[in-house]
């Protein structure tokens, strides 16, 4: 069966077809090919992000991207380095370029990035986070909570200081949690967040995707690949900037000789597909937690439209054209 859809606008990519977006070399020409592969499967917009680096590291490369011409680049994610240093929470994040919030050390990546930072990927708990939180509120920039072992107080005082999304949801937490209370639970709840969801059947289990997306609905779930360079690729070495990682047959991207994943090798029509298969979400409603929503949560519009088809029996979504008419 044909759909078409609006342009996919995914709010995280690390790197695309063999591109790190990190990477100390990132070239023009490569930003190029990531985008234009990263077309091919239906995202038409998207925020490269940026993980937790030194200063002139970040620098170099948000300047890079921020002058891409290209408008499916609607912004930069500026993930870390203001994130929990805890194992687990940390997820991928190099511990030692980890540090305090400070509206100063924002400020300096921000003019680095032409102002084209536009969301921020924090943890509430790290010393600075409330007062930068309130800061980038002013300026419009959207502040996500993610990388955390925040305690349910602390996560309810980020919100109430104008956080709006939660990264990732269910990842980049401890390995074991308690039942009750915990953070998990309270941006479940929280009426006032947008959570994305990284649904490649690896960080998340299917009950779980299925419980968490009826619980957030459809008007507050937002479908994220978190790719990296793997995407696309064989299984292999690749890297998101100074990290390396792992990508296996199965379509895990990990840390090696970690139980820790390291972003993935995931494609927006492959998200699709699962959501479908785990939650049992129409194919619209489903493309839409990858079009719709993350759109109208980043206050951008979508860009360009898909035809997909969908096949019934084997519960896949396969992008058939992408063009630029009008959404």
Known sequence: MSHTFPGFFDLQVNGFAGVDFNAPDLHPDQVDTAISHLRLTGVTRFLPTLITAPLDAFARNARLLSRTRDA????????GPYLSPEDGARGAHPRAHLMAASVGDFERRQEAAGGRI?????APEVPGAMPLIEYLVTRGVRVALGHT???PDQLEAAIAAGATLATHLGNGCAQMLPR??????TLLAADRVTASFIVDGHHLPAATVKAMIRAKT??????VTDATAAAGCPPGTYWI????????????????????LAGSALTMPEAISNTVRFTDLAVSDAAALASAVPARVIGMPASGRVLADWDDEKRRLTVVRVDDSPC
């Not at 499916?72 to 993930?79: D, Y």
């Not at 536009?118 to 924090?122: G, K, R, S």
């Not at 009750?180 to 639970?185: C, L, Q, R």
């Open 72 to 79: 499916a680049i609607a912004g930069v994610h500026m993930e």
């Open 180 to 185: 009750h209370p915990n953070g998990i639970w």
């Open 149 to 151: 072992a925040a305690s």
């Open 241 to 260: 900037g100074s990290v390396r990682g792992e990508l296996d047959a199965t379509g895990r991207v990990s840390l090696p000789g970690t139980p820790y």
């Open 118 to 122: 536009v969301l921020v990927t924090l």
């Open 218 to 223: 459809g008007a507050r779930s937002i479908l």
